[in-house]
């Protein structure tokens, strides 16, 4: 369903992607690991259709991403992709709800229909008391579960979460993870998580590993030899 074939990348003189493949299907919950500057957020960048390779390329259905125009990938994101990032990143000014809603109102829906379906999103994370609160009066597990309602609202295809435990504590991290894998499972969406923590990877069907740019192994988490 989503495929990278031999994806090249560098910023300057720093290769972060040295001919990365990998083909990820429908409904897989992939998490791609290894150690700090192995590759992994840009990878997930390139998937996601947020930055382009220079090499290689990235399909959607079978359909080439990477050398969409800036409005088309924007347009194919909007429609297809929910992501999540390290700090929430949600707009300061615009309450947990608002916030929620956004994407939906970015795709056309109206404003009582997108803050309806917004709302039912932050019940079903347990985050309905947050609703009316500005980002700034939320903790770090509510910000995260906020986010996580947001990326999944639109109903995307593929949810990509870039280390989405990375600023918490274990326990709020073990909420978000359960409340993110739980509802993409629910609605067989696919999942693609950056993560350098044993504990994120572990609810991933599938693990792609990175080691300099590129895939240093792959396993079935739980049953092969990841990095071999
Ligand atoms: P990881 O997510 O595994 O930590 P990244 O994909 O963030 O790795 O980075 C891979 C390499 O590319 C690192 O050496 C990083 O410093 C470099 N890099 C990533 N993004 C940029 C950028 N926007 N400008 C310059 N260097 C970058
Ligand atoms: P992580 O590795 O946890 O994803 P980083 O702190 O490496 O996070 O990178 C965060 C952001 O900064 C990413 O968008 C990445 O592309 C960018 N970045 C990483 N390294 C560099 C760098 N050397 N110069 C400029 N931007 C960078």
Redesign the pocket.
């Known amino acids: 369903m989503l495929e990278a074939r031999a994806l090249r990348k560098a910023?300057g003189r720093?290769t972060?992607l040295d001919g990365v493949s990998a083909e990820i299907g429908e409904g897989e919950i992939i998490a791609i690991t290894g150690p700090?500057?192995s590759g992994?957020?840009?990878l997930?960048?390139c998937l996601a259709g947020i930055?382009r390779p220079e090499a290689g390329e990235v399909r959607l259905d079978g359909r080439r991403v990477d050398t969409l125009d800036e409005d088309d990938r924007t347009r194919l994101r909007r429609e297809n992709f929910g992501i999540v990032f390290?700090f929430g990143q949600l707009v300061p000014e615009l309450s947990a709800v608002e916030n929620v809603a956004l994407p939906l109102l970015f795709n056309r829906h109206g404003r009582r229909e997108s803050l309806r379906t917004a709302r039912s999103w932050l019940e079903r994370l347990d985050t309905a008391d947050c609703a009316d609160h500005l980002p700034g009066e939320l903790s770090g597990g509510q910000l995260q579960r906020v986010a996580v309602a947001r990326a999944l609202a639109v109903g995307p295809r593929v949810v990509f979460a870039?280390?989405p435990t990375?600023a918490l504590d274990s326990l709020a991290g073990e909420q978000v993870m359960d409340t993110l894998v739980g509802t993409a499972r629910e609605s067989r969406t696919t999942l693609v998580i950056?993560t350098?923590d044993n504990r994120v990877a572990a609810y991933a069907d599938r693990e792609i590993v990175l080691r300099d740019g590129t895939v240093a192994g792959a396993s079935t988490v739980g049953t092969s030899t990841a990095g071999a």
């Open positions: 910023f720093t972060a700090s500057g992994k957020s840009t997930l960048h930055i390290q870039d280390e990375g950056v350098h």
